[in-house]
């Protein structure tokens, strides 16, 4: 079955910090990978995916990630985080071919101050 | 305003009896799923649907059952034969098949034991 695994449950930075969340995953096969976010008393919505082509992907607000087959790793990457990027990050994935379901990470909190 | 309304946002439920959850899509979406977010578990699969008159359990379907009448509309029932339903439930819609197409979820709702 699979399954996706963040390693960071909380993580604390402050303004202007670089920010790396990890992500992997179980799947041998070709996936689809996505970052949601939810911020505080909002609903979850979509940072970015990758399902094809470049493994660099960009997605709102400054955040990318990047797709490493070879490691079954999809991070997210912000060179310099602000305080409105306090949220909770879930990594996710599904494979083409059946229905469309996602397998969801755990999350992460990431806690910005000022 | 498009999207994926669920109602109520609080919910209270009393030993013994079963609640229904509200979840709305006017995307025009052919799957609707409903997930269960626990704190440091990330978002749980319970039940989905692909289309109008069918669904299948997730995950985590013991102590649920939902209908889809509707394409519209998703309910999600919680049973008294669910012994620890104190949970964020979400609902999302998708597409059924385009795996790479993200799921759009809706505000949630919060449901707690009196």
């Known amino acids: 079955a699979q399954s996706v695994s963040q390693h960071n449950h909380h993580v604390i930075l402050s303004e202007a910090a670089s920010l790396e969340l990890g992500c992997n995953y179980s799947?041998?096969?070709?996936?689809?990978l996505f970052w949601y976010v939810q911020y505080p008393g909002q609903h979850l919505q979509l940072l970015l995916k990758y399902f094809s082509g470049d493994p660099l992907v960009k997605g709102i607000k400054g955040f990318e990630a990047e797709f490493i087959k070879s490691k079954f790793s999809f991070n997210l990457r912000k060179p310099s985080v602000q305080w409105s990027d306090t949220a909770e990050y879930f990594c996710?994935?599904?494979?083409?071919?059946?229905?469309?379901?996602?397998?969801f990470g755990a999350g992460t909190r990431l806690a910005v101050h000022p | 305003d498009g999207g994926i309304t669920q109602s109520p946002k609080y919910l209270f439920r009393k030993e013994g009896q079963n609640v229904t959850l509200s979840c709305e899509q006017n995307l025009n979406h052919d799957a609707m799923y409903w997930y269960r977010q626990d704190p440091g578990q990330g978002l749980r699969l319970i039940y989905y649907s692909q289309i109008v008159n069918d669904f299948q359990k997730g995950d985590i379907a013991e102590g649920y059952s939902v209908s889809r009448e509707k394409k519209e509309s998703f309910p999600l029932t919680v049973t008294s034969a669910q012994k620890n339903p104190t949970a964020f439930y979400l609902c999302?819609?998708?597409?059924?098949?385009?795996?790479?197409?993200?799921?759009?979820f809706g505000d949630g709702t919060r449901l707690s034991i009196l």
């Open positions: 999302a819609a998708g597409q059924a098949k385009l795996s790479n197409q993200p799921q759009h």
């Open positions: 996710a994935v599904n494979a083409p071919g059946g229905y469309n379901k996602l397998i």
């Open positions: 799947y041998g096969g070709t996936v689809n």
